[in-house]
């Protein structure tokens, strides 16, 4: 029941913030930078999968280690995956796109590494406060 409620404590917190994130960074940092590669409109399918899976990787890499070893280990565990997981793929986009800024690469790590970092230590406490 813990892991139940640290993915959905997870899935609030990093939800929240993805979505100011992209609320502005899709016109203000994607869209200028990449333009036509860009699809026309967002595809919901492709996210929601994406984030159910990123949010279940959350819980086992840094929210369950967090559950026994404190609120740093998740923070740290945190970091190291969302710097892990974006950098594949910024990394692999610069690689393979004709047009990745290398900008847009430290940018988008930089965020994904924050927002997994602040999402897991928040669901760890949340999951430690209220599940015991």
């Given at each position: 029941?813990s892991?139940?409620m640290?993915?959905?404590?997870?899935?609030?917190?990093?939800?929240a913030?993805?979505?100011?994130w992209?609320?502005w960074?899709?016109?203000?940092?994607y869209?200028?930078?990449?333009?036509?590669?860009?699809?026309?409109a967002?595809r919901?399918?492709?996210?929601?999968?994406?984030?159910?899976?990123y949010?279940?990787g959350?819980?086992?890499f840094?929210?369950?280690?967090?559950?026994?070893?404190?609120?740093?280990?998740?923070?740290?565990?945190?970091a190291?995956?969302?710097a892990?997981?974006?950098m594949?793929?910024?990394?692999?986009?610069?690689?393979?796109?004709?047009r990745?800024?290398v900008?847009?690469?430290?940018?988008d790590?930089?965020?994904?590494t924050?927002?997994t970092?602040?999402?897991?230590?928040?669901?760890?406490w949340?999951?430690?406060r209220?599940?015991?």
């Amino acid at each position: 029941m813990s892991y139940v409620m640290a993915y959905v404590a997870a899935a609030v917190v990093f939800g929240a913030l993805d979505a100011a994130w992209l609320g502005w960074a899709g016109p203000n940092l994607y869209r200028p930078a990449l333009g036509d590669l860009l699809a026309p409109a967002f595809r919901p399918a492709p996210a929601l999968v994406f984030y159910a899976i990123y949010l279940a990787g959350m819980v086992w890499f840094a929210i369950r280690p967090g559950l026994t070893q404190g609120l740093g280990a998740a923070a740290l565990n945190g970091a190291l995956l969302g710097a892990m997981c974006y950098m594949t793929y910024d990394l692999t986009s610069q690689a393979v796109l004709a047009r990745w800024p290398v900008h847009l690469t430290i940018i988008d790590v930089a965020w994904g590494t924050f927002a997994t970092m602040v999402a897991a230590t928040a669901a760890t406490w949340f999951t430690l406060r209220f599940a015991g």
